[in-house]
């Protein structure tokens, strides 16, 4: 790494407090802990790291000597300093939802689900007059109803990318498509790179899978293309995770020339892409969308993830995959050992849901709410100092603390009712402790409340560092 860039992710160093050693050691700490600086990257020699940031050579001397003894830095002869995380940060294990036994009336900020509308209730009973039809079939189907494979089909024809019902496997949710995915491609020891932060379900899905997991930073600025094709070239993963239509958690949206360069990569390094979709119809701009990923990417190679879960309700769980029939065939095999049909009542209202333009007059009707919810929840995080960009879709922000730590903050707000999702639970590596996904699925009045427990709760630790909290245990 040059020194430039390494500059770069430092920030604005010099203005920190205390002698000169001592502002380098906290921007290095926490570029680490931030996850700008991913582990297994080559720092600059103590020379170049002196003449680079205008430093004495014992200064950078004592700096490197500063984060070593922290456990974030591993010098090796004739090699160089390395980022490396302590021992046991990496695998925290666990569920990703904190418990909520001995909360008498929580108000939960930690996932981002929104309730179920009128409307949705409706189709479901409208489609249990549809099961008349079925009474002469067994109710199983593995593949899924061929009416619903096709609607799902015809809405990635919608979206620019022509889709065979054969292309389509109907799963419990986009969870149960990652499962799959995983269980047929992953084995312990393969090298998966994915974004960082990344969907908690998955990162402990792959953890299980005891994958060496890699990860490309995107925790304050966008998609890096380049750095994406040197992680993967560095650490030959074959297989690569992302989610390019309204990040979860950062609501990002990839723009259509970092698709088709991006697709360049995979092609080049023969890697398997999978796109997680789950948030790609929450659009709460009026811009048009990018090609799907997979219109651009290897047809082969390239695995599509969706879900009505996540913008319809999280009560239905109805998902799919998309890729070539062969493999759909191969996963299908494996949803027979778990379970051999998602229930029929959900499919028949799925398709109802997906029928005609219902399905976009539903979406543009949830539309203005989610807006005004989103609006409430980043302007109480920019009121408390945090930053945080404004989600283009999808159902959550993604906050950076200006001081602190998430991990302490969550636990405070456990005191005060309301659970909340700290970074180091989106992080690969088990960092990212001075981030927060804030979530604006609540409906209105319950989330001004979420958001004056956030304030209360942000209070109560104002003006503890990073440094002196990181890393206590994950709730």
């Known amino acids: 790494m040059s020194v430039a860039r ?13 002698p000169l050693y001592r502002r380098v050691t906290t921007a290095l700490t926490e570029a680490v802990l931030d996850g700008r600086l991913a582990p297994g990257e080559r720092l600059p020699s103590h020379r170049h790291l002196a003449d680079g940031l205008g430093l004495s050579r014992s200064t950078a001397v004592r ?77 199983y189907d593995v593949l ?38 995983t269980r047929l491609l992953v084995r312990p020891g393969d090298t998966v790179a994915l974004e960082s932060p990344a969907y908690a379900g998955l990162i402990d899905r792959l953890r299980q899978t005891r994958a060496n997991l890699v990860s490309l930073d995107i925790s304050e600025t966008p998609w890096d293309i380049d750095r994406f094709s040197d992680v993967v070239r560095r650490s030959q993963a074959r ?36 796109v997680d979709e789950t948030n790609v119809e929450i659009n709460l701009t009026d811009a048009p969308m990018p090609a799907p990923l997979a219109a651009s990417a290897p047809a082969r190679s390239t695995i599509t993830v969706g879900s009505l879960s996540k ?28 379970i051999l049909s998602v229930p029929l009542l959900e499919q028949l209202a799925s398709i109802r849901i997906l029928a005609d333009d219902a399905f976009d007059q539903f979406l543009a009707s949830r539309r203005p709410r989610l807006v005004a919810q989103r609006d409430l929840v980043l302007a109480t995080a920019r009121e408390l100092g945090m930053k945080g960009s404004e989600p283009l879709g999808g159902l959550s922000c993604w906050a950076a603390l200006p001081t602190g730590s998430s991990t302490v903050l969550a636990q405070h707000a456990l005191q005060r009712q309301l659970l909340l999702l700290p970074g180091t639970r989106l992080s690969p590596d088990g960092v990212l402790d001075r981030f927060l996904r804030l979530p604006y699925s609540l409906p209105l009045h319950e989330l001004q409340g979420a958001c004056a427990a956030l304030e209360r709760a942000w209070e109560s630790i104002r003006g503890i560092s990073v440094l002196n909290a990181y890393p206590d245990p994950v709730v």
Not at 173 to 179: E, M
Request: hydrophobic letters at 40%.
């Open 63 to 139: 700096v490197y000597e500063e984060v070593r003894s922290a456990g974030l830095l591993e010098s090796r002869p004739r090699s160089g300093n390395y980022v490396q995380l302590p021992e046991g940060i990496t695998r925290r294990e666990g569920p990703w939802l904190p418990a909520t036994g001995r909360l008498s009336h929580p108000v939960d900020l930690s996932k981002a689900a929104t309730r179920v509308d009128d409307a949705v209730l409706q189709t479901l009973s409208l489609a249990a007059t549809d099961l008349m039809s079925f009474k002469d079939r067994d109710g």
């Open 311 to 338: 913008c319809v309700w999280a009560g239905l769980r109805i998902g799919w995959i998309r890729t070539n029939a062969n493999m759909i065939q191969a996963l299908a095999n494996l949803k027979l050992t778990s």
């Open 239 to 274: 297989i690569a995770f992302v989610t390019p239509d309204f990040h979860n958690p950062t609501g990002r949206l990839m723009p259509q020339h970092s698709r088709d360069v991006l697709a360049e990569v995979v092609a080049r390094e023969k890697i398997t892409l999978v």
């Open 144 to 181: 899924g109803l061929l009416e619903l494979r096709e609607a799902v089909a015809r809405r990635f024809e919608q979206r620019g990318i022509p889709t065979t019902s054969e292309e389509i496997l109907i799963t419990s949710g986009a969870q149960q498509g990652i499962d799959l995915v």
């Open 6 to 18: 390494l500059a770069r992710l430092l920030g604005p160093w010099q203005d920190r407090p205390g």
